[in-house]
Structure formats: C-alpha cells, structure tokens
C-alpha cells in the first residue's frame, strides 16, 4: 500500500510512500490495544507505598491504665488502630504492578494502532523535520500547514534545532523511532512521522 508523502516546508504532496500491509493495514483490535496500554502505565507505577502495623510503631509497650476501676473502655495498649499514631489495621506494603507482556502482543498493540491513525487520517508523512533556525515562530508556520494543535512529531533522531523549537509548545511532542509506544501513540490527536522513520518503523514491526 502506498501513503502520501508531504513537504514539511509547505506541506502540499509531493509524492507516495510504498508500506508494507502487514504492519500498516491491521484491524483494530480495541482489547490488545487497552491491554498494552494499561499495562505500561502500570508498569510506570512505583509501587513503595508502606505503613506500619500496631507491631511495627514505636511505643505501646505499657498498659495506658488498670484494667477495672478507671471507668474507661478496656486498653493493652496505646498503639492500636483506634489510637491516634497507632498502627494500620491493613497496613499497605511495597507491590510491583507489573503486567506481563510479551513481544508479539506489544508489536501487534503497535500495529493496530499505526494502522488505525492511518484509517483515520490522523497519520502524516513528511519527507523531513529539518528547521532552518532554532525558532518556536518557524516551527508553529510549519504545523499550521497540517492543521493540527495536539500532534507529535516522529523523526529518525530529534535534532537540536528540532528539540529547541517544540520545546515551549505544550501540544507538541517530540520522539523518535526507538522511544515510541502505544500510549504515547495515542496520546495526540494527529502524527506527523518522516519518510525515514516509516521505513525504520517498519524494519522494526516485520
């Protein structure tokens, strides 16, 4: 199958781009996608949440008062759940929320969704992101082009010029090649991805 290809500096066609459909033309499969999605936020999760028992505070060691006479409710001791700086009934403990998943599943999550952006036309080939000056003016000239406010912008390397640009832009996002993922695929409304990274993302999911 073939995409068209877009000049970045004007941003009329000026050509196609030959894909293979085995990476660029999958159903959408909503479950695999959420799969992976929810999996790699959980993975982002620190997990070192702890409290302490009423075993594990300091203090307690001494009945507060006798056990008849005082006309209060009967204690052991000041740190138990009931106390103020007693201990948690449930005490949370450190856990890792990792999902398992493997490689085929991941590449599949990656395609299913490469090809949806291209369905939805939400996916566009440049043939570069080269800026000619450091300028966040020049670089917002250049999106107006592809009518786009939330986007992120897919290069083989990100250059320094680039990176200098889009960096005050909050609805740009900047990544290349090896750092892309499902959720940050579906995290902007529109891709803008060069010639050379289609054919770097391709090798990767064949």
Avoid: C
Avoid at 154 to 166: F, K, N, P, Q, T
């Amino acid at each position: 199958m073939d995409l068209q290809l877009h000049s970045f500096q004007s941003g009329s066609p000026t050509g196609s781009v030959a894909v293979a459909e085995t990476v660029f033309d999958q159903p959408y499969r909503e479950g695999l996608i959420h799969q992976v999605v929810t999996a790699y936020f959980a993975a982002s999760r620190a997990g070192t949440k702890a409290q302490k028992t009423r075993a594990e505070v300091s203090g307690g060691g001494r009945k507060p008062w006798k056990q008849k006479g005082s006309g209060q409710a009967r204690a052991g001791t000041t740190r138990g759940p009931l106390w103020r700086s007693g201990g948690r009934a449930f005490a949370a403990r450190p856990r890792n929320y990792e999902q398992k998943v493997n490689r085929k599943m991941y590449q599949g999550a990656l395609r299913s969704i490469l090809s949806e952006l291209i369905r939805q036309g939400r996916m566009i080939v440049v043939d570069n992101l080269d800026v000619a000056e450091a300028k966040t003016k020049a670089l917002m000239a250049r999106l107006a082009a592809f009518d786009t406010k939330d986007v992120l912008l897919v290069a083989e390397e990100v250059s320094d010029g680039l990176y200098l640009s889009a960096r005050n832009l909050h609805w740009v996002g900047l990544a290349d090649v090896e750092s892309i993922d499902p959720a940050l695929l579906i995290a902007f409304d529109k891709v803008v991805i060069t010639q050379g990274a289609i054919n770097r993302l391709q090798e990767r999911l064949s």
